[in-house]
Each structure stands twice: as C-alpha cells, then as structure tokens.
C-alpha cells in the first residue's frame, strides 16, 4: 500500500474536481477513489490541513472540504512532527545499532482517529477493565468522531503561526550572521545538534547504559555526521528544508512557511508520494529528500497521474 500526502491546495483542487465530475482533478479523483477503495492507496490528512481549512471563513465551503477529506482519507492521519517524533528515530537509531531494528515507526506515524492527528497517545485513567479502555480509545478514535469535532465550531489559529513566523525570522537573522555559506551551514546544523538531538541522545545513552562513543566519535568526519543525520528521516527532513527556506533573505518568513514546513517534514519523510507547491518542492528535490527516503515529491499534476497508475 503507497500513502499520499497532499498540500492544502491538492485538497482544495481534488474537491473541486471531484465535486464538478469532470477535467483532469476529477480524474484524478476518481483513480485515487478506486485504489484507496482497492486498499491499493492511502490518503492521509495531517494537522497542517486541518489548521489551514479552519481558516475558511465560508462555513458551507469548509464543511463540504472537510466532509470530502474525511471520505477520501477514511480518518487516516499523519503525526505531526514533535519532540516524540525526533525521541522516537533517535531510539531507532541506536537500536539500529545494537541489531534489534525492528521497531515499526510507520504504524505510528500514520493512524486512523483524532489522537494521531493531534499527536497524542490516549489512555484512559478510570478504573476499569483493560477490554474496556480498549473499547473507549476505539470509540475516541472513531472515523465519526473525528468527523464531528473537525466539523465543529471554527476557530481560526492563524494569528499564532504569525506570531511564530516572526520568532523564526528574528532566530534566522541572528544565527545566519557568517557571510561564508558553507561555514553558516556547518554552524546551523551544529546548533540544531545542540538544541534539538544531543539532549536526547544523552537521555537514551543513560537509559540503555552505553559508552558516550557508542554512536559518535571524535574521528567522525562531515561526511559521517552527515550520514547519522539521515539516518532520522522527520529530524533531518525538517532541518534540510528549514535551512533551505533560510538561505533566502530576500523573503522574510511568513505563516504559510510554516504550514508548508511541518507539512513537509512529515510528508516527505513517511509518505511514498507527496504532492505540493513548487518552492518547498524544490527545497526537498535540492536537499535529495526524494532521493534518501524514496519519496515521490512533485507539484505536477502529470508527475502525480503517472505516481497513481
């Protein structure tokens, strides 16, 4: 089974094809329809769509995208990337390493019901059996209840991603002070080490009871760092796309970067078709996203026909 992933715009041009009933989306439509029925796809919705058509203010037009994102996905969802996601590929790393690397991420990643969605791993704190907890998160994590509380009242969020954007712009400008690109790259991705995957490689190292060398070493060379990055396929993908995006001072950054980013990251890293807008599809072709994790990444509507076929 492939997964697809489509940015808020392949959503917005599916529906519309769908619901014309004729044209090339429609077809399009209609091939993803039969496989996803066939079992032979699967389209999957992530936060990012879902935060970006709650800011349709038309409450009939976003029902009716809704409703259609919910039949063509059958409430599958991809989980957002956070801290578990980068703790997660970090512990498969490691247990890579020690020859027990049959650890099944992809479950995890891509799941039916509103918890997925919403990057949470429910659990149920009454006191009763565990057949019953079972059946309470099956019912949380219902198709039909995630349709009603997708359905519910909007509120849009839009003004805390611009908030978020102005944080990035003001983070790039002070970290991105080197004229020397090369040597900006190299600090950038140091201070990402530092930041986002030391601490927790620290904690796994105590945990698991391993020497400090286990995974790096002082004899390691670019090339070396460079292969253990890849290696944590969400972590590595959001870097290498960030970094492209920040290379541009002529274009401060905006909210949609940052739908476009997270959306991003998660697609390209754990899906095997990603269909988005051209600029941050070209961030991950230049980063070799596509090449790496095996990904079919394009913005063309006949890469996406022949991807489906």
Not at 23 to 35: C, D, L, N, R, T
Request: hydrophobic share 40%; charged share 30%; net charge neutral.
């Amino acid at each position: 089974m492939k997964d697809i992933y489509l940015d808020q715009n392949g959503w917005i041009y599916l529906a519309r094809g769908w619901q014309n009933g004729k044209g090339e989306w429609y077809e399009i439509a209609s091939k993803i329809k039969k496989e996803v029925d066939k079992g032979n796809l699967r389209v999957v919705i992530s936060l990012v769509n879902i935060l970006e058509v709650r800011r349709i203010s038309n409450k009939e037009r976003r029902e009716k995208l809704i409703n259609f994102m919910m039949d063509l996905s059958k409430g599958y969802s991809i989980f957002p990337f956070n801290d578990w996601v980068i703790e997660s590929e970090i512990f498969i790393l490691f247990q890579n390493k020690i020859g027990q690397g049959n650890i099944d991420i992809k479950s995890r990643i891509i799941n039916q019901g509103i918890s997925n969605l919403l990057g949470a791993h429910p659990t149920i704190q009454e006191d009763v059996s565990e057949e019953k907890k079972e059946e309470m998160i099956k019912k949380v994590n219902s198709v039909e209840t995630m349709r009603l509380l997708l359905l519910s009242e909007r509120k849009d969020l839009s003004s805390s991603f611009i908030k978020e954007a102005e944080r990035f712009e003001e983070a790039r400008r002070k970290e991105r002070t080197m004229k020397d690109k090369t040597m900006q790259y190299k600090v950038v991705m140091a201070n990402y080490f530092r930041g986002m995957i030391f601490p927790k490689m620290e904690i796994i190292h105590k945990n698991m009871n391993l020497p400090n060398d286990f995974l790096i070493n002082e004899n390691m060379d670019e090339k070396d760092w460079i292969n253990l990055f890849q290696q944590l396929p969400a972590t590595y993908s959001y870097f290498s796309l960030a970094d492209r995006r920040d290379r541009d001072f002529n274009k401060k950054i905006e909210d949609n970067d940052l739908y476009d980013l997270f959306g991003f990251t998660m697609g390209v890293s754990y899906c095997d078709i990603f269909f988005g807008e051209k600029r941050f599809v070209d961030f991950a072709r230049k980063s070799k996203l596509d090449e790496i994790y095996g990904t079919i990444i394009t913005s063309s509507l006949s890469e996406l026909k022949k991807a489906i076929s």
